[in-house]
């Protein structure tokens, strides 16, 4: 990423722009959260609207839009194949199971 | 090169096309994931797996999302401010960024003051403990773990904004680039809450 002046005022006006739209996304998770759409659609939205602010963060204030390093990305890429790995998992496990099998170990 | 100065903390490295301290940070970033990811995943296994009418409602749990939701905020005004001093910097102007950087930490100890004043405190003296349910043992465990990692940024931050701004005079260039490593640390912290928030306050 080029660190000109000139170049810094775009990106500081960039980044308010974030801020705004972050702002809109938190307003909006709350708002989703209060109209009824069935459990599972609102835990989607929910963490569809959170996905987004995430990327947002991400590729702006983390400066990954501009990042041109290979072993960054695949650092990334290995990590969010292990990190979706770590979250089906237990979906996949306990699927079919009653409910109650996962906590009989809890006695 | 003289022995003893680590290389490659402000020159690109031919190999990986960052500097080093970049690449360390997003290799530590990676294991953050994992650590928290770890975490969310046993949080899923066990809201799923939780049997009808066990787990709290919104109203159970005690926890208010307009509390969460301006912690939210806060964090995400204090990223923008984070990258604004590593912009400061970028254009030359140190004592802007320092001004960044002290709003910054000012925001982080907001985050963590309305966290134990207004949830931490009141939850433990109303007996909401760890111990009370499986979801406030996820809660704390989670929250918690965040709000150390909140404490362990702040400390880094007060050691650029105190004796470690001396590095500017010297290689100022070499102080930015330590600025953006403690940037990505920070922007992942405020990334983390981004899910907390929704999780845990918004999703019972």
Avoid: Q
């Amino acid at each position: 990423m080029s660190g000109s002046h000139a170049d810094m005022s775009k990106h500081v006006k960039m980044y308010l722009g974030v801020l705004s739209a972050l702002f809109v996304c938190t307003i909006l998770t709350v708002y989703a959260s209060t109209v009824n759409m069935g459990h599972a659609t609102n835990m989607t939205v929910a963490l569809l609207i959170a996905a987004f602010k995430a990327s947002l963060v991400a590729m702006i204030f983390m400066h990954l839009k501009w990042e041109g390093s290979k072993i960054i990305w695949i650092t990334l890429a290995l990590c969010a194949l292990f990190f979706s790995l770590l979250l089906f998992l237990p979906m996949l496990t306990t699927t079919g199971l009653p409910a109650s099998t996962v906590y009989s170990s809890w006695g | 090169m003289s022995a003893g100065v680590l290389p490659y903390t402000v020159e690109t490295h031919p190999v990986t096309g960052v500097y080093s301290g970049k690449l360390g940070t997003w290799l530590f970033l990676a294991s953050e994931v994992m650590l928290f990811g770890g975490l969310f995943s046993a949080y899923v296994l066990l809201r799923v797996g939780a049997p009808e009418g066990t787990w709290p409602t919104r109203e159970e749990a005690e926890l208010s999302w307009k509390i969460g939701g301006f912690n939210t905020l806060t964090l995400i005004i204090s990223s923008v401010t984070m990258v604004m001093a590593w912009a400061s910097l970028k254009m030359h102007n140190f004592a802007k960024a320092r001004i960044y950087l002290i709003i910054t930490v000012l925001l982080a100890l907001l985050f963590i003051t309305l966290k134990l004043s207004l949830e931490y405190y009141p939850h433990w003296h109303e007996g909401l403990k760890p111990s009370t349910s499986v979801f406030f043992a996820c809660y704390y465990t989670m929250t918690g773990l965040h709000a150390l990692h909140i404490l362990g940024g702040v400390v880094v931050m007060l050691y650029f904004i105190g004796p470690g701004a001396s590095l500017w005079k010297t290689d100022p260039e070499h102080y930015t680039n330590r600025i953006e490593c403690t940037g990505l640390y920070w922007h992942f912290v405020d990334l983390v809450w981004i899910f907390l928030f929704p999780v845990l306050y918004l999703m019972n």
